[in-house]
Nanobody, 120 residues
Framework: QVQLVESGGGLVQPGGSLRLSCAASGSIFSIYHMGWYRQAPRKQRELVAAITSSDTATYADSVKGRFAISRDNAKNTVYLQMNSLKPEDTAVYYC??????????????WGQGTQVTVSS
């Protein structure tokens, strides 16, 4: 059984910063891509940032220059540093990972979601 557990969401003022963390645990053989999606009310879920196992990162245009994704392979953890936050960044943020467990082929796993609210 593989689980992703997120932390770090909350309420922040415009221009502020937050750091999200997502730790994978369980019967993990290997972790491939990791990343973050977000879903705002009445909007579709969108990819925010992703990072490969070789640390190649990609970002949505709306967060380039403000957000930074990183991973710690020793801790099976992915991070999202969010700076210069705007009200339009308000959403539930979900981490995901492509993980091969000890039993079968790679699969997609999701965290439970963490709320980020940017408001004065």
């Amino acid at each position: 059984q593989v689980q992703l557990v997120e932390s770090g969401g909350g309420l922040v003022q415009p221009g502020g910063s937050l750091r999200l963390s997502c730790a994978a645990s369980g019967s993990i053989f290997s972790i491939y891509h990791m990343g973050w999606y977000r879903q705002a009310p009445r909007k579709q879920r969108e990819l925010v940032a992703a990072i490969t196992s070789s640390d190649t990162a990609t970002y949505a245009d709306s967060v380039k220059g403000r957000f930074a994704i990183s991973r710690d392979n020793a801790k099976n953890t992915v991070y999202l540093q969010m700076n210069s936050l705007k009200p339009e960044d308000t959403a539930v943020y979900y981490c995901y990972a492509v993980i091969r467990d000890n039993v079968g082929p790679p699969g997609n796993y999701w965290g439970q979601g963490t709320q980020v609210t940017v408001s004065s």
